[in-house]
């Protein structure tokens, strides 16, 4: 369902989209200097659960912390 919204993003000069196999209990969307965070909740649908929002700020854990998983899941992804 993701890629379906993605797609018409994914031939914009700079974004770029990866597919993985890991079992992530977050999707995780990053720009730049910004995540979205939406956690999954067994049982309920991504969109009935919350979007968080952290930024990096120098010194700031969150970002750092949600980048780590990000960072792992997107070396062993592929091109969409």
């Not at 659960?49 to 899941?73: C, E, Q, T, W």
Request: charged fraction near 20%.
């Amino acid at each position: 369902m993701t890629r379906r919204y993605l797609e018409p993003a994914m031939t914009t000069p700079g974004v770029e989209v990866r597919l993985h196999e890991t079992i992530l209990y977050n999707s995780l969307y990053r720009f730049d200097d910004d995540v979205l965070v939406n956690p999954h909740v067994l049982g309920a649908p991504a969109g009935q659960n919350p979007v968080l929002h952290f930024r990096y700020i120098p010194g700031g854990r969150s970002f750092r912390h949600y980048m780590k998983s990000f960072d792992y899941a997107w070396e062993r992804g592929t091109s969409a």
